[in-house]
């Protein structure tokens, strides 16, 4: 069974910016896609961003558009989430995915698609 661990998080101020890092292993069938998502407390899960492993696309949610970029390493085993220009409204438990499905290609940003999902780190963003 694959396995996500991510770690970066932390507490910044306004204007601020962290990089997430999330290291895949064991894997035994290929993944599709991996992806960023956050949720806040009271509200859904939201997908932040993801990236298709072999292709390199990449889509973002609006509001993390122009501030937030999303990368991976070469082996596509570890992938990265820099955030800038932090708002409080980023604040959430960040979760790093991976999909295994064709399915990642078309719903990017969609929780239901990816199927492997790490234990979260948390941001928060102080005003």
């Known amino acids: 069974q694959g396995q996500l661990v991510e770690s970066g998080g932390g507490s910044v101020q306004a204007g601020g910016s962290l990089r997430l890092s999330c290291v895949a292993s064991?894997?035994?069938?290929?993944?599709?896609?991996m992806g960023w998502f956050r949720q806040a407390p009271g509200k859904e899960r939201e997908g932040v961003a993801s990236?298709?492993?072999?292709?390199?696309?990449?889509a973002y949610t609006d509001s993390v558009k122009g501030r937030f970029f999303i990368a991976q390493n070469n082996a596509g085993n570890t992938l990265h989430l820099q955030m800038n220009s932090l708002k409080p409204e980023d604040t959430a438990t960040y979760y790093c995915a991976a999909s295994r499905t064709l399915r990642c290609l078309h719903y990017k940003l969609a929780p239901e698609v990816f199927d492997y999902w790490g234990q979260g780190t948390q941001v928060t963003v102080s005003s």
């Open positions: 990236i298709h492993i072999g292709g390199g696309s990449t």
């Open positions: 064991g894997f035994t069938y290929d993944r599709t896609c």
